[in-house]
Structures are given as C-alpha cells and as structure tokens.
C-alpha cells in the first residue's frame, strides 16, 4: 500500500512541475531558514561576546596598589576579540549572500559556502582555545610555573570574559552546524 501511495504522489507532483505550477520543496526551504539562522545567530553571539569584552573592567586595590584588570592586557583575549568582531562582519556578508544567492542552485555557491563555513569555523575555534587556555590559567592558576589565580581577585571581571566566551563558543557551533550541513548536501548533490 505505501509503494502505491508513494508512487501516486510522485506522479502528481511530476503532472503539477508539467503543467506550470510551483512545487513546493520543503527541503530546500528548511535549508536555506536552517543557513540564515544558524548565520544571524553566530552574528549575534560574536557582537554580544565582543560588546561584553570590550566594556568589561574591574579595578582593586592590593597591598597599596592599584590594580586594574581588562581584556587588552592578554594577547588571548585580544585575539578572541578581533577573531569575534571578524566572524560577526563575515555572517553579516554571508546571510546577505545567501540571502541574494538562494535563487540558483550552482554548486559553485555551495562550494563557496563551505568553504567559507569552515575557514570561519577555524578562526572561531582558535580564538575559543586560546582565550580558554589564558582564562583556565587565571581562574586557577598555574603552581608549577608560579603563576597565581588572579579570578579570586577580579571575579567580575573573569566572570564576564567567561561570558564572553561561552557566547564565542555558541557561534563556533553554529558555524560546525553550517559546515556540517553544507559538506551533507554537497555530498548529496554529488551523488545525484
């Protein structure tokens, strides 16, 4: 009965192509709301986590000494900053190209668009490893190396670069989500 049925729908919907009227395609639908989700979204987290960064900063005083804690002092931090900033600009070029682009279906744009997901997806991880790397450091410390945990001093100031790169992170797995879902459907594309 299910063969049947199948059969009865895809011959409609080859007399409906024939005749003119517009087929709906669901799945090409849900992709391209899927891609410009997943882009806006990254763009979001990157501006909200660079906005957090950049007005982040605390002052204590220890021992007599001003002591002011602020994202330019960590190369790491600054990087994750610039690597943000450089992530939001390019969802913002990309949703509008995918945007402008949905129209053809030219496996040359799905190709530009995975490429673009990954090189986009590195930058974002790169920066998340090294802002992580300096924030596990100041959180807690390093004995062997003599460093010392300076979050139990500034701890807004860390809670707030915490914040920053969790929202970093969200974008990072918007971005494997697009790449994932642009290498699917060029393999599909590629088996057809």
């Known amino acids: 009965m299910a063969p049947e049925v ?3 729908k895809a011959s409609f919907m080859l007399q409906a192509k024939s005749l003119g009227f517009p087929v ?9 709301m899927a891609q410009i989700m997943l882009r806006v979204l990254a763009a979001v987290f990157t501006l909200t986590a660079v906005c957090v960064m950049a007005t982040s900063s605390q002052s204590i005083i220890l021992l007599g000494f001003t002591i002011k804690a602020h994202y330019s002092y960590s190369s790491a931090m600054r ?7 450089i992530v939001c ?14 129209r053809t279906g030219s496996n040359l744009k799905n190709c530009y668009l995975f490429l673009h997901d ?17 924030g596990y450091i100041s959180r807690y410390g390093e ?3 003599g460093w010392m945990a300076i979050c139990n001093h500034v701890g807004k100031f ?3 670069m915490m914040i920053s790169m969790v929202l970093s992170y969200l974008a990072f797995f918007s971005y494997f989500a697009l790449a994932v879902m642009s290498s699917n459907k060029a393999m599909y594309q590629a088996n057809e």
């Open 118 to 134: 990954m090189v986009i997806m590195v930058l974002a991880i790169s920066g998340c490893a090294a802002a992580t790397a300096v």
């Open 158 to 160: 860390c809670n707030q």
């Open 79 to 85: 990087f994750l900053l610039v690597s943000d900033a």
């Open 143 to 145: 004995e062997k190396m």
């Open 89 to 102: 600009a390019f969802s913002v070029i990309s949703v509008i190209f995918v945007y402008r682009s949905s």
């Open 24 to 32: 709906p395609n669901t799945s090409k639908r849900s992709f391209f």
């Open 6 to 8: 199948a059969r009865d």
